[in-house]
């Protein structure tokens, strides 16, 4: 039996981590890591770190490939293969070091509830036949560390929040009858394609960590300058976490 302890570690600070992430991640019996590339270097050096700061026993720490996913074709059905893709290797590396069981432990950026896949592939071994029981630890949200940074409520008063994807922002526009609209996993700044007129914008990249930026406004006298400081960011660290709150005008904070 695996048992499997999926762990929010947040966005990367170790200040994040909460003592039940702590705990967990010392009583496990292997941490596997994942690398996701050089151009990703960091993110491998993040979760290190995040180990470092937070064992204070011996545990053993597997780092591992991460498959890549194809970046053409249908979206759903990509991100599905690489999902299979992902179990396989985690499987991979359940028979190699824990052909007994035991405790399993995977670091997850921000809560494994939000925008996250983690509990979806852990549902693919399960299915598969891989005997095991799934826990979960909360984590911090980017969606938290954003509207703390910029000491703002996530929602108006009274009124609803609709969390979306940049993907779904740009396919379909300013979901109806939202007031608060919070956007993740943007890769192309979706929200130049919406009329700025009567929109603010609270945005933040690395978030709790040493290079986080923040930038906030009228969406129509920022929205240049997010572009542009994201494509800066990126290229100088060679990825970039990213999320953002829009919000219409005249709306009650």
Sequence with gaps: ?????????????????????????????????????DAASDL????????????????????FDLPVRAATGDYLAAVGDWHDAIAAA?????????????????????DPSLYDSTLRIADRLRTGGMAMRVHVVPGITSLQALTAAHAIPLNALGAPVVITTGRRLREGGWP?????????????????TLPPAEIAIWWGAYL?????????GPLADVAARIVAQRAALRARHGWIMDTYLLQRAGVAA
Excluded: Y
Excluded at 7 to 23: C, S, Y
Excluded at 44 to 63: F, K, M, N, P, Q
Excluded at 208 to 216: P, R
């Design 176 to 192: 109806i009858a939202a007031d608060n609209v919070a956007v993740m996993l943007d890769g192309d700044c979706a929200f130049t």
């Design 44 to 63: 491998i050096d993040l979760r290190r770190t995040l180990c470092a700061t937070a064992l204070t026993r011996s545990v053993r720490i597997v780092e």
């Design 208 to 216: 709790g960590m040493t290079h986080e930026a923040l930038i906030a």
């Design 1 to 37: 039996m695996i048992d499997l302890h999926l762990i929010g570690v947040g966005t990367g600070n170790p200040d994040h981590l909460t003592r039940q992430a702590a705990v967990a991640m010392n009583a496990a019996d292997l941490i596997l890591l994942p690398r996701k590339g």
């Design 90 to 110: 985690w499987a991979t590396q359940i028979a190699r070091h824990l052909p007994d069981g035991g405790r399993l432990a995977l670091l997850v950026w921000g």
